[in-house]
T-cell receptor, first 114, second 111 residues
């Protein structure tokens, strides 16, 4: 069985400071892992994906995430937050590469203060 | 490239009524997903199609929800009869290999 846990429901940072959104997962299979972002009243957009290649994954808008199998973690980071980063972020796990048994985390709301 | 299209964008119905949602995936995407996103929660997978066959419908409440994907392209999701707890955004997504591309969703309010 698979599961995904986003450890913080809300994260608040100041503009220009680093962002860390934490995600732990469990999977009986080799997982594919994703981070999606959802801006208010907009659709879900893929930030980045891990599919058993390089463990450090770079995504759009300066975000990156590191797959750590020993810690079963896939935390999302960004060196410097921008006001436009304020949104809801979802960590997602799927079995293998076919999108099977896709599970979304509960989400982390990121607030960025000026 | 056109994205995933969904209609209607908004729907308000009374409990015990029926409702249907339509999804047109990105051209060439073999896999289609329907999700339910309740306010304040992450999306929950309801059903996954590979071409016109069901791959996973383990979380679909089959006593009231049904879905089909005729000819392996468009898909419809139906709720009959609706309950108050069905109020949510219903998201359709499609994929070719890895990442899923999401439509704008249909916001359903059941009164």
């Amino acid at each position: 069985a698979q599961s995904v846990t986003q450890l913080d429901s809300h994260v608040s940072v100041s503009e220009g400071t680093p962002v860390l959104l934490r995600c732990n997962y469990s999977s009986s299979y080799s997982p594919s892992l994703f981070w999606y972002v959802q801006h208010p009243n907009k659709g879900l957009q893929l930030l980045l994906k891990y599919t058993s290649a390089a463990t450090l994954v770079k995504g759009i808008n300066g975000f990156e995430a590191e797959f750590k199998k020993s810690e079963t973690s896939f935390h999302l980071t960004k060196p410097s937050a921008h006001m436009s980063d304020a949104a809801e972020y979802f960590c997602v796990v799927s079995e293998g590469t076919g999108g099977f048994k896709t599970i979304f985390g509960a989400g982390t709301r990121l607030f960025v203060k000026a | 490239e056109a994205g995933v299209a969904q209609s209607p964008r908004y729907k308000i119905i009374e409990k015990r009524q029926s409702v249907a949602f339509w999804c047109n995936p990105i051209s060439g995407h073999a896999t289609l997903y329907w999700y339910q996103q309740i306010l304040g929660q992450g999306p929950k997978l309801l059903i996954q199609f590979q071409n016109n066959g069901v791959v996973d419908d383990s979380q679909l409440p089959k006593d009231r929800f049904s879905a089909e994907r005729l000819k392996g392209v468009d898909s419809t999701l139906k709720i009959q009869p609706a309950k108050l707890e069905d109020s949510a955004v219903y998201l359709c997504a499609s994929s070719w290999i890895f990442e899923q591309y999401f439509g704008p969703g249909t916001r359903l309010t059941v009164t």
